[in-house]
């Protein structure tokens, strides 16, 4: 696997074997943190690290990612450059690609961070935007890979909006990987068409099934739970709005019953709003798994840097 050099935008630009690389790569990475070995494949290099949008997991993982491989990462908050702002996107590109070595983003309009990656000729990494939030797939997987072991068949179920950045991400990741992936929303919150059609053409290649529903029923026989917010970050004004929408999609234990398997796994990118999308009652059931994911954060972030910037 090759990868040094290329930007980490959305997973659509990764093959099934690149995605995988990565996984045995961050898999490899964690094994050695646990026993206290870290690198120095980023020795010399740094990192800009750019935040429109607050962060706990994301910006701890590319910060602890990048001093455990000996780089420097420097925090750059919505107030301390001009994004966008008294500066072209296009522009601040062309002088971070000139003092940094990668550069994260983090933040609303996914056309910023495909912006940054066109003009910085540096790697760009997406560590969330309105669209997409690929690094928590990759995390999403290695914990579904070392709980249940073979990605491939295994059945996954996204229950809550369909249509936010993480079902459109989760769809694109499970349908490369081989994983048969429902999306349970209610029809006002199902996902764009066209992404749908894209993610079912790469199920055809990993032999993967791709399904949206309404019907809760179809949770029978999964391997893995997942849900998140019902209000991603800006939309605090639709609250009202989502819990009327998706009461009737909470994780709940009524829910956890009809899938009638007892390896099954619940996970949850958080931050989780407890008796929301999930009840505090499976959540604390099944917070180790959940944990250990947003641990993988970290081991899975490390892994994109140092396939795309490391030097060994």
Known sequence: ????????????????????GLLDLAADLKAKKKQGITGNSLKGKNIALIFEKPSTRTRCSFTIGCI????????????????????????????????????EFRGFE????????????????????????????????????EHLGELKGLNFVFVGDGRNNMANSLMIGMTKMGVNCVILAP??????????ELCREYGKASGATLKVTDHIDEVKNMDVVYTDVWCSMGEEDKAAERVALLKDYQVNDELMKKVG????????????????????????????????????????????MVATLGEN
Request: include cysteine; charged fraction near 30%; charge should be negative.
């Open 68 to 103: 455990d491989e000996g780089g420097h990462p420097e925090y750059l908050g919505e107030h301390d450059i001009q994004l966008g702002h008294k500066e072209s996107v296009k522009d601040t590109a062309r002088v971070l690609g000139r003092m940094f070595d990668g550069i």
């Open 110 to 145: 996914h056309k910023k961070v495909e912006e940054l990656a066109k003009y910085a000729g540096v790697p760009v990494w997406n560590g969330l935007t309105d669209d997409f939030h690929p690094t928590q797939i990759l995390a999403d997987l290695l914990t579904m890979r």
């Open 1 to 20: 696997m090759n990868l040094k050099g290329r930007s980490f935008i959305t997973l659509k630009d990764f093959t099934s074997e690149e995605i995988g």
């Open 261 to 304: 398997s007892d390896r099954v796994i619940f996970l949850h990118c958080l931050p989780a709003v407890k008796g929301n999308e999930v009840t505090e009652e499976v959540f604390e059931r099944y917070a180790d798994t959940v944990f250990d994911e947003a641990e993988n954060r970290m081991h899975t972030i490390k892994a994109v």
């Open 187 to 196: 029809r006002q919150l199902w996902p764009e068409e066209g992404l749908v």
